[in-house]
């Protein structure tokens, strides 16, 4: 199941231009069937016998089988002119409904067939689900390292298939070893009618218990990648830790294991409080990533533990599993749907955290109420009294006073261990604390807008810089999370200038100083809006086409109360929403003069577009003298390895510049570019250019060309 999910989104991606909706939408299709496959396990292990289950499965899986070898269905084209989200489920249902469904069955089906066949373990089957997510956690890993690196799509396909054959001879074995024993299931069957009906108390602890650590899993996941690091592959790390805690609490080991994450959740929380939420500056990113992925696995094993504890008899397996999937069906759709819709940056993540705290079981301690009362009547109003004051304190006063109450929540944090055997009590104080600090940080951070979109959080802050007369001066910038994606000096005679990675200075500037003398009418595409920047290049002449995938970034940079770059250059271009692949597959053949890919500086790099078969269609639009540029600079990978490859085998001509200021100048930053041509005489001008350091690409003899069928972030990490 781990690796028909990634696989067969990528196989979809091309088709969609790889646009986020992809992925959440794959997602969802996944978690409704893995929903769907344990209410089959449930409603046929509870409504027939044995041997009619067997009968039905078989025809099931034979049913199946027409999917078989995986594919996508023949001349299948998404919609171009409506929301393609109904075809990307018909298509994921046709191509992969079956199987995905036949495999989604097997854990809870099988563990309830081993229950009833008499085996010296039948009675408590449950340390089998520590095996499935075992085998889970295995593909989760052997993926990104080990299968995609070394397997092209095709040859996945193939080997898929292969394995679910053997995997349904396997079931088939085991349903031989139930038919053989139906006497014995029947006698089994008989004695578990005494047990009593579950009550409703305990389905919907069952379901808090397994929605809240889903809910968490990806508002962490969010989290980390919005607010600490964008680090590509990063939401395996969560996912991991998420399948291992399945592993430990379901394993022999949950009785001794269950009881020491109770006792340390409490302690861990004082230095994750302290330095993850009231001052992360002071402690380096991977020790704040590494004290959110701590805080995150105790409360997860907390609360799978609490499940585990609670399993039912085998009569209500399959009812367990089903509570457990609807859960976690809910927690995904709740971070993926509702979310982003009520909250305007990730606050699902101290919510759920505050949730999970109100999950502990109850501990029997010494500590009684008479020792924690006055405790409790003093936090409350320390709370109010700090509220009081910070609204008090001018906020331009407030950095002064932030030592003291930095050290005062840090006190007060320290004082949440009092209340570890108060469930109620402990997490309310958590959740204060956080949100108030929160709150604190939302007012120093100067950020005049923010908002979350399908595709991230937006935000755009104001700053200060020190300008060439030494004056203090305002200025923008605008980040996707934790990536800055432009910047605009305010002062009228500086706000037409291009920053960052745009600068004059820098590669851009050169590129559009070296063909001044030619570029009058160019064409010119540009992929990534940003703040706009690259539009104050442009001349009367030109025609400028402007792609984004975010329609919130456009407003954003249209808007000149936040950005004023569109609204003062941009005076003859188009904008263009939408994917950028699928969007320049529309424009007419050899268009553009110069185009601008600038969709790499993220996490989140867009391989579709940086694939053999993406620069065949950027250079089918582009004229024969036409020039392709390449923002690559990125804290993490190095795309330069995967453009240099390109080039060696498309045969084009390629330079490189990984540009450094050579004075400070403000908010002209390092940045990295390369262009390419089909001819190397497109390029002279600018390689001659001074000042200039356009160097030849390298050569990588370590590098597999990347495809649609194939690509490997974790060979050019950096």
Known sequence: MFVLQPMFGKILLPLLGGSPAVWNTCMVFYQSILFLGYLYAHTISTRLSQHRQIQLHAAIIFISFLALPLALPENTTPPTESNPTFWLLWTLFVAIGMPFFVVSTTAPLLQKWFANIGHHTSHDPYYLYAASNAGSLIALLSYPFLLEPAIGLANQKTYWSVGYLILCGLIAGCAFIVWQTRQKTAILEESHVEHNDLSLYSKLHWLALAFVPSSLLLGLTNFISTDIASVPLLWIIPLTLYLLSFVIVFSKWRDKIHPLMVTLQPMVLLPFIAYSFINPAIVPYWADLGLHLLAFFIAVMVCHGELAKLRPHTRHLTTFYLIMSFAGMLGGMFNTFVAPFIFNAVYEYPIMIVAALLLRPSLKSS????????????????????????????????????????????????????????????????????????????????????????????????????????????????????????????AADVSQIPLTYYSRPGPMGQLFKAYDDINQNWAIGIVGLGAGALTCYSKTGQAWTLYEIDPMVVQIAANPAYFSYLSQCSHNSTMRIGDARLSLAKEPDQEFDLLVLDAFSSDSVPTHLLTQEALKLYFKKLKPNGILAFHITNRHLSLKKVLADHAKYLQLSALIQEFKPQQEIPLVVATDWVVMANKSETLEPLRQSQPGNWQKLPLYFDMKPWTDDFTNIVNIWK
Request: glycine share 10%; hydrophobic share 45%; no cysteine.
């Open 367 to 490: 500590i009684g109420k008479y020792k924690t009362g006055w405790l409790r009547q003093i936090i409350l109003p320390v709370l109010l009294v700090s509220a009081g004051i910070i609204l008090y304190i001018n906020i331009d006063d407030l950095p002064q006073y932030l030592d003291t109450i930095g050290v005062g929540l840090i006190l007060l944090a320290g004082l949440t261990y009092a209340f570890r055997a108060q469930p109620v009590t402990l997490a309310l104080l958590t959740g204060a604390i956080i949100f108030f600090t929160l709150g604190l940080h939302g007012l120093l951070s100067n950020t005049l807008y923010q908002v979350r979109t399908f595709f991230g959080v937006l935000s755009v802050r104001e700053s200060i810089l020190i300008n060439e007369q030494n004056q203090p001066e305002k200025y923008r910038e605008l980040f996707h999370g934790t990536t800055k994606h432009g910047a605009q000096r305010l």
